[in-house]
């Protein structure tokens, strides 16, 4: 069965950091994009960071550029989500996700995804 589970959330002071991890099982993890989103409280679901099947191209939300960083290890079919200079509105549940397809240019929005991990909390305390 084709499954995404995340790990590494918790409870964090601004500026510190945290790095969030993803294991895929199920599917073949090293040919499809993965990304990863994030929802706070009465907000919709956005896009926090992309990474392809090689690990060789990343997108970033302008809000966490320069600060998350995106990787992948295909031997391992984890993907990681590193985490540094947390502000308090990183506060959200974060969730990782996978196409399941390949295509050009795929939106970096999340109806263009089509499996989901459960999520894991972020919390940043000011």
């Known amino acids: 069965q084709e499954q995404l589970v995340e790990s590494g959330g918790g409870l964090v002071q601004a500026g510190g950091s945290l790095r969030l991890s993803c294991a895929a099982s199920?599917?073949?993890?090293?040919?499809?994009?993965m990304g990863w989103f994030r929802q706070a409280p009465g907000k919709e679901r956005e896009f926090v960071a992309r990474i392809n099947w090689t690990g060789t191209n990343t997108n970033y939300a302008d809000s966490v550029k320069g600060r998350f960083t995106i990787s992948r290890d295909n031997a391992k079919n984890t993907v990681y989500l590193q985490m540094n200079s947390l502000k308090p509105e990183d506060t959200a549940v974060y969730y990782c996700a996978t196409t399941l397809y390949r295509a050009r240019n795929i939106p970096l929005t999340a109806d263009a995804y089509r499996l989901w991990g459960q999520g894991t909390q972020v919390t940043v305390s000011s």
């Open positions: 199920g599917f073949t993890f090293n040919i499809y994009d």
